[in-house]
């Protein structure tokens, strides 16, 4: 999952970063609200770590913004004003969610897969398909009673296909969310994973659409 | 006094008393002398008839004593009837008549013409005249009394009804006077009303002219409070978030550290953890700073050598400027004294003005600070090679926790800030120039009673500056 983060603390913002890469999202870093907004303008996101205080003016700024354009993105806002008055004022603007700091970065990712899930409009934290339950807290999954562990970017294909079940999703879009900008894409690496969660799910849970890119096949009758 | 009311009652009914009383005082003049006017014209064509009548001998005096004269009088009954008499006097000085109401003694003396007397212990004015052809003298006068009382009637005439619309008039006034300072009582309740957050214009509803200043003064002052109270707030949730980010950044980390899959990632995060700190040391420092600068005493102090105190501060500075590979030179005239109210505050806005220009200034370059004394002030400039501030930036970059866009990343935004308070702790002037060539000069300029060059107080500054 991409995440967007925006904040221009370095220490923070690296933190952010590497430590929800650690958590399995697929992070991206911006220190300002002319890059977010730039990078929001792009798209591909599924939640954004906005903070309040920014360098060329605020967070709840960007949030209006973003919100007054109809853009339902998911935000999770870290702040340092933990006054209930604050709280209330950050939710209102548009904020899905709330973390004052300091936060534990457990915390974090925990709250961003939950707004990303009620987003999605799903009940549960699992995802479910064709047999497969699938626990994005623990990157895990359970097919035919048989537990399966996925590394973080296997994880973050099957994510991805599993969000929409029996669309086609473009290898490029693959890519961007198994890669952050920063990162350089090898030229085969979606092939590579799409290869080895064959091996984990069984060959005909992913279907290759030729030229495309791939889909969950159809529930076995 | 000190009810408005009372007052402008008491004034208002003293004043109208006062044009009451002129008034009446006129009136009474003026009606006196228009009295004396017509009364007196009445004696003497009273003394011209009774002088025809007897040259026409319809009085006959010659033949006779004392006779009654009875002469045209107003309408028996009023208070004014026979308030005429007359005398007839023979000119050697025999009485030949009088009128009934007339004195025993003798009205006048010989002049002829109007004149005032005192006859059998009254007051009169009389009119003299003589008739030539019969060797008579005439005289027609009335009491001077009378005369006083019809005064005294009109005034009194006056006077009364002027009283009994006294206490109307005292009414009318208390409550016209309520009435006109209703808008203040309305302007107070409203005031009195409000919550202690509500500082919107007092003026927002329609004022009388009276209390309209009023009102803009108090918009005003509440327009400063919300200013000030606004900057608290600001100042507050600014120092959380310059608090609370580096220590979210550090305790991340710290996880990060703990949960490293790899080498490489924990000894990052490590390093991270140690810079966070740093800057959260400088932040704390800076917020302490600030506080103390804040609270700092004015005018009045000790005598403080600043070229020592720059020297000091160079050897602080050389670490960091070390690190970052930039010259720290001082070029600082001798023995540059200077009573300050307290030696932190020039050293604490010096530091932060260095330490700003280091941190701005790129590798191999120099960072300059100078100072000179001239004209009883000492000025210190501190010059760096760095990017310089952009000018539109220039006018806030003292402003509390203001970063601006072009900043070196890991400042607080309140070390110029620290700087411009100890600067106007010191009663001193704070600049920012671009420099030609580039780079910013930054200069304090400091009143000083004049550089102090005599061994005995040179000395006294040199003890201070060694006891501290």
């Not at chain 1, 398909?129 to 097919?143: A, I, K, V």
């Not at chain 1, 669309?167 to 961007?176: A, F, G, P, T, Y």
């Not at chain 2, 059998?120 to 008579?136: C, H, K, P, Q, S």
């Not at chain 2, 003064?217 to 120092?239: N, P």
Request: glycine content about 10%; some cysteine.
């Amino acid at each position: 999952m991409r995440v967007l983060i925006v904040e221009d603390d370095e220490t923070l913002a690296d933190g952010l970063s590497v430590g929800l890469r650690l958590q399995g999202f697929t992070p991206e870093l911006v220190t300002c609200c002319a890059d977010a907004r730039e990078a929001l303008a792009q798209g591909g996101f599924s939640a954004v770590v906005l903070d309040l205080m920014l360098p060329d003016g605020s967070g709840l700024d960007l949030l209006a913004g973003l919100r007054a354009g109809g853009d339902r993105l998911p935000v999770l806002l870290l702040t340092a004003l933990d006054q209930v008055r604050d709280r209330i004022g950050g939710l209102d603007a548009g904020a899905d969610d709330y973390l004052g700091k300091p936060f534990d970065l457990g915390e974090v990712s925990a709250r961003l897969r939950a707004i990303i899930r009620r987003a999605e409009g799903r009940a549960s934290a699992l995802l479910e398909w064709n047999g497969l339950r699938l626990d994005p807290s623990r990157m895990s999954g359970e097919m035919d009673g048989r537990e399966l562990r996925f590394s973080r970017r296997e994880f973050s294909v099957l994510r991805a296909l599993i969000e929409t079940p029996g669309v086609i999703v473009e290898k490029d879009r693959l890519e961007e969310r198994l890669y952050g900008w920063q990162e350089g894409v090898e030229s085969n690496a979606v092939e590579v994973h799409v290869h080895k969660l064959r091996a984990k799910l069984g060959a005909g849970f992913i279907e290759t659409v030729r030229g495309v890119g791939y889909r969950l096949a159809e529930p076995r009758p | 006094m000190s009810s408005i009311r009372t007052r402008l009652f008491v004034i208002l009914l003293a004043a109208t008393g006062v044009v009451w009383l002129s008034a009446v005082w006129w009136i009474q003049h003026s009606t006196r002398s228009e009295v004396e006017q017509v009364l007196d014209a009445r004696l003497a064509e009273a003394a011209q008839m009774v002088s025809s009548l007897i040259s026409d001998r319809r009085i006959d005096v010659a033949s006779a004593g004392p006779v009654e004269l009875n002469l045209p009088v107003p309408a028996a009954g009023s208070d004014y009837s026979r308030q005429l008499s007359c005398q007839i006097w023979s000119l050697d000085g025999a009485l030949l008549g009088a009128s009934a109401s007339a004195p025993s003694g003798r009205l006048a003396a010989e002049q002829t013409g109007f004149s005032d007397s005192l006859v059998d212990g009254e007051a009169w004015r009389v009119y003299t005249m003589i008739n030539e052809d019969l060797g008579l003298r005439v005289m027609v006068g009335d009491r001077l009394t009378v005369r006083e009382r019809l005064v005294t009637d009109v005034v009194r005439g006056l006077l009364l009804p002027a009283l009994a619309i006294l206490p109307v008039l005292a009414a009318l006034i208390w409550i016209s006077v309520g009435r006109g300072l209703a808008p203040l009582d309305r302007m107070a309740r409203a005031l009195s009303a409000r919550t202690a957050d509500d500082l919107g214009p007092v003026s927002a509803g329609p004022l009388p002219r009276e209390i309209r200043p009023m009102g803009a003064a108090l918009d005003g002052l509440f327009a400063r409070v919300a200013g000030a109270r606004e900057r608290e707030k600001s100042f507050t949730a600014f120092a959380a978030h310059e608090l609370k980010t580096p220590l979210a950044g550090i305790k991340t980390q710290a996880q990060i550290a703990a949960m490293a899959p790899d080498e490489a990632t924990r000894r990052q995060a490590l390093a991270r953890i140690e810079a966070g700190v740093a800057r959260t040391d400088r932040m704390v420092r800076q917020l302490l700073e600030l506080a103390a600068v804040d609270g700092a005493p004015e005018g009045g102090g000790e005598i403080v050598d600043m070229t020592r105190l720059v020297s000091d501060l160079g050897q602080d500075m050389r670490r960091l400027a070390t690190e970052r590979d930039v010259q720290l030179r001082l070029e600082m005239a001798p023995e540059l004294f200077c009573r300050i109210p307290d030696p932190v505050l020039p050293a604490v806005a010096l530091r932060n003005i260095v330490e700003n220009a280091v941190l701005a200034s790129p590798p191999g370059s120099e960072v300059v600070v100078e100072g000179v004394a001239r004209d009883a002030r000492i000025t210190l400039s501190v010059l760096d090679r760095g990017p310089g501030i952009p000018e539109a930036e220039r006018a806030r970059v003292t402003e509390r926790f203001f970063r601006g866009a072009g900043a070196p990343a890991g400042g607080s935004g309140l070390g110029l800030a620290i700087a411009q308070v100890a600067v106007e702790r010191l009663g001193g002037r704070l600049g920012f120039e671009a420099r030609t060539g580039g780079g910013e000069a930054v200069q304090i300029v400091l009143p000083c009673a004049g550089p102090v060059h005599e061994s005995g107080r040179a000395s006294e500054g040199r003890d201070t500056a060694t006891r501290s």
